[in-house]
């Protein structure tokens, strides 16, 4: 029976539900799952700045030893410094880059970060050691004889700082700034570092240099190629060997030696100048005068740079020109690039030829109120120096010749003038094997 009317219908079926409906939302409740179980835990909150990856210390000095190895000295100094970016409280990281810095003849940098491994290990002998050599190798030798005896006090066991002490005396005396004992110090120092540890690089440096000084040049030889084929990278090496071959008059090797030190070290001065002394002592002024002007663009503020092109204008009778570099030298003043130079106060050695050398172009030029001076300077300043007497006693003797002539024209080099290699540098006579 049914009821009339009514839109109720017992046989009417229910309108069944999209499947794709159905599986859109279960998709999208994985989906919402999904984001924020895996996704947002892992996500960083936002406007918080992403921190980068640290590169740890070890692999910047892996690569600076890599560097090293290679010569390339200037980039692995520039991992080390990196690396101590990375860990600046590190003493051993400042110390391998102040030996490496020693290397690559950058001395006041070697000393700072020398000091800087002081600051964090007050009492490291490694650290005195490195200080003290390169104040010795820039030439603070008094500075550098204090911080390598205190090195030793520290540790007498260290063979490294005898032969670095041994190193510091050997140049002093190679500078012509010896004391009475320095010599008998070096020697000791030198034998104490070999009886300790004979192979080791520094060791035949030493050794290198007191056979030097003491003029036995074969032997030096030997020990300076003993250190070159243990590290053949460091400039002032090759040029001690060349110093040596030109002791032993073999000029084609000194100056290859001195071109492979500037080779590894451009803007250093000091091979372009051995180099140019070198021509020098054959007489070939040309070249010699070439290579000590490519030295003076090294270094535009160095008096010594300006006497030792003086020295050769003179030389080559280029007067005129030797007075303007001798007087910068010696006075100073500013050069045409507007660089000022400060001028070297008179002293024995090589600052003594600058400065008869100066007085004697003075004179030959027919400037005695200039030439007198220097002349006296000599005799008051440098009594002891032989050659420097005898060259002020030649500018008296060209002036005198112009006041009684009368003539104010200058004279023709024919006055001899004695001008050897200052004895410091190149021993005449050579002594029993130290």
């Not at 980039?75 to 020693?102: E, G, T, V």
């Not at 600051?119 to 500075?143: D, E, F, I, R, T």
């Not at 001899?416 to 002594?431: F, G, I, K, V, W």
Request: charged share 15%.
């Amino acid at each position: 029976m049914y009821l009339k009317g009514s839109k109720w219908n017992m046989n009417r079926r229910t309108k069944r539900a999209n499947p794709w409906r159905v599986i859109i939302l279960i998709v999208l409740v994985a989906a919402v799952v999904y984001v924020n179980q895996v996704i947002v835990p892992v996500t960083p909150p936002l406007f918080i700045p992403t921190a980068t990856p640290t590169i740890p210390p070890e692999s910047f000095v892996t690569k600076a030893q890599e560097l090293e190895t290679q010569g390339k000295y200037a980039q692995a100094i520039a991992a080390y410094q990196d690396a101590i970016k990375a860990d600046p409280q590190n003493p051993a990281l400042y110390l391998s880059l102040s030996r490496l810095q020693i290397f690559a003849a950058r001395y006041d940098e070697a000393v700072s970060n020398a000091g800087n491994a002081m600051l964090l290990s007050p009492n490291s002998p490694q650290a005195m050691v490195l200080q003290a050599w390169a104040k010795g190798m820039g030439g603070n030798y008094s500075g550098a004889e204090e911080t390598i005896n205190s090195a030793v006090q520290v540790d007498p066991t260290n063979a490294l700082a005898y032969a670095v002490k041994s190193i510091i005396l050997s140049m002093r005396d190679l500078a012509g700034q010896a004391k009475a004992e320095t010599r008998d110090q070096a020697i000791e120092a030198s034998r104490t570092a070999e009886s300790m540890a004979p192979e080791m690089l520094e060791t035949h440096w030493a050794r290198g240099l007191i056979l030097e000084i003491t003029a036995n040049y074969a032997e030096a030889q030997a020990q300076y190629q003993s250190a070159i084929q243990i590290n053949d990278k460091i400039p002032d090496l090759h040029i001690s060997l060349g110093r040596t071959y030109r002791a032993l008059q073999d000029s084609e090797k000194a100056i290859e030696e001195f071109n492979r030190a500037n080779a590894l070290n451009p803007s250093d001065p000091a091979p372009l100048t051995l180099i140019a002394r070198t021509y020098a002592n054959q007489g070939d002024y040309g070249p010699a005068i070439q290579y000590a002007s490519d030295a003076l663009k090294n270094a535009p503020n160095n008096p010594d740079m300006y006497g030792n092109l003086g020295w050769l204008l003179y030389h080559n009778s280029q007067f005129s020109e030797s007075i303007v570099n001798l007087q910068l030298a010696i006075q100073g003043g500013t050069n045409i690039d507007g660089i000022v130079v400060k001028g070297m106060p008179l002293d024995y050695g090589r600052i003594a030829e600058y400065y008869y050398t100066y007085g004697l172009a003075l004179a030959k030029q027919g400037y005695c109120n200039d030439a007198l001076p220097i002349a006296q300077a000599l005799l008051n300043g440098v009594r002891d120096d032989e050659i420097a007497v005898f060259n002020a006693q030649e500018i008296l003797n060209i002036c005198q010749t112009f006041a009684d002539s009368g003539e104010p024209t200058p004279l023709p080099l024919t006055t001899p003038t004695r001008t050897p290699q200052p004895t410091a540098e190149l021993p005449q006579t050579p002594t029993a094997t130290p």
